[in-house]
T-cell receptor
Framework: TQLLEQSPQFLSIQEGENLTVYCNSS?????LQWYRQEPGEGPVLLVTVVTGGEVKKLKRLTFQFGDARKDSSLHITAAQPGDTGLYLC??????????FGSGTQLTVLP | GAGVSQTPSNKVTEKGKYVELRCDPI?????LYWYRQSLGQGPEFLIYFQGTGAADDSGLPNDRFFAVRPEGSVSTLKIQRTERGDSAVYLC?????????????FGPGTRLTVL
């Protein structure tokens, strides 16, 4: 089973600041997904990255897949309180089920 | 359209009791997954259904846990002789195979508390 390590575990920043969170594995990802989870809700898919070196943008969120497909990052520009949540990376490998990292709990203070 | 729904949203039970958790997937989704999420952690896989059959139940922690999906739609996760360590949020997800990179749609979860 592929292990996904996320860092930092917790992040608390002021509105307007930029931030980056990371997802790493010792083995190659076939594809990687980023989810955001808010309290009392299930995770919601933000993006899927597939190709090494790929960069995808979703408004103020920029997702990057490492060239070797063993790491990924999520960068948020000018964070807003609405960005608060648990950010999870996940990969399915050859199986159908997802393996999740332990997540980064982001709090954006107004 | 309706998303994945789960009932109940909260369940409090006593140690040793039996509980059933229900999941209604998105209509037409053939794949259904159960995950368990402890506080401060990411979801952990329990079991995956393709249609009516359990395609992979390798994540079930022991034989107290069992899940069914008799008509290929609604699924029920059953836990016998509950233990305090079973307390967690149980998430259900569904997906349509062959559409994208296994994009899964999650329900809001059932928070199980075993006293």
């Amino acid at each position: 089973t592929q292990l996904l390590e996320q860092s930092p575990q917790f992040l608390s920043i002021q509105e307007g600041e930029n931030l980056t969170v990371y997802c790493n594995s010792s083995s190659v990802f076939s594809s990687l997904q980023w989810y955001r989870q808010e309290p009392g809700e299930g995770p919601v898919l933000l993006v899927t990255v597939v190709t090494g070196g790929e960069v995808k943008k979703l408004k103020r969120l920029t997702f990057q897949f490492g060239d070797a497909r063993k790491d990924s990052s999520l960068h948020i520009t000018a964070a807003q309180p609405g960005d608060t949540g648990l950010y999870l990376c996940a990969s399915s490998g050859s199986a159908r089920q997802l393996t999740f990292g332990s997540g980064t709990q982001l709090t954006v203070l107004p | 359209g309706a998303g994945v729904s789960q009932t109940p949203s909260n369940k409090v039970t006593e140690k040793g009791k039996y509980v059933e958790l229900r999941c209604d997937p998105i209509s037409g989704h053939t794949a259904l997954y159960w995950y368990r999420q402890s506080l401060g952690q990411g979801p952990e896989f329990l079991i995956y259904f393709q249609g009516t059959g359990a395609a992979d139940d390798s994540g079930l922690p022991n034989d107290r846990f069992f899940a069914v999906r008799p008509e290929g739609s609604v699924s029920t996760l059953k836990i016998q002789r509950t233990e305090r360590g079973d307390s967690a949020v149980y998430l259900c997800a569904s997906s349509q195979l062959g559409v994208s990179y296994n994009e899964q749609f999650f329900g809001p979860g059932t928070r199980l508390t075993v006293l």
